[in-house]
């Protein structure tokens, strides 16, 4: 299907015990990616967390997606990066779905 028809914007505020993270993206094929967590360790495991901005960084421009992802709260570095890419999943699913109120797709332009 085309992009006619879908919401385009989405977002989600996502609770994990003690950390809270906000993430809203819009699917305008203009892309840019706001990253504001505070990630305090170089290691999640075996993960070095500076792939966590660039796995963001990279879904954004490879999608031309306006991505914003903020941690509201949090002190454990496994909650905050498990809380923002489960916003980024709640609210990306949002964007996505297909609304029958929606004809053509949401720009003034005409166009994603």
């Known amino acids: 299907r085309d992009k006619a028809g879908i919401r385009r914007f989405g977002s989600f505020l996502l ?5 809270l993270v906000l993430c809203a993206l819009d699917l305008s094929g ?3 990616l706001v990253y504001d967590l505070d990630l305090t360790v170089e290691r999640l495991g075996t993960m070095d967390t500076e792939l966590v901005k660039e796995f963001f960084y990279a879904v ?3 999608c ?4 914003h992802i903020k941690q509201i709260h949090g002190a454990n570095n496994h909650h905050i990066v498990e809380a923002a890419f ?3 999943a709640k ?5 996505t779905k297909y609304d029958e109120r ?3 797709v949401l720009s003034t ?3 994603l």
Not at 15 to 19: A, H, V
């Open 30 to 32: 203009r892309p840019f």
């Open 109 to 111: 332009k005409g166009a």
């Open 102 to 104: 929606i004809q053509g």
């Open 86 to 88: 489960k916003a980024f």
């Open 64 to 67: 031309g997606m306006n991505l």
């Open 15 to 19: 609770p994990m015990d003690e950390s």
């Open 91 to 95: 609210a990306l699913d949002e964007a």
């Open 60 to 62: 954004s421009y490879g």
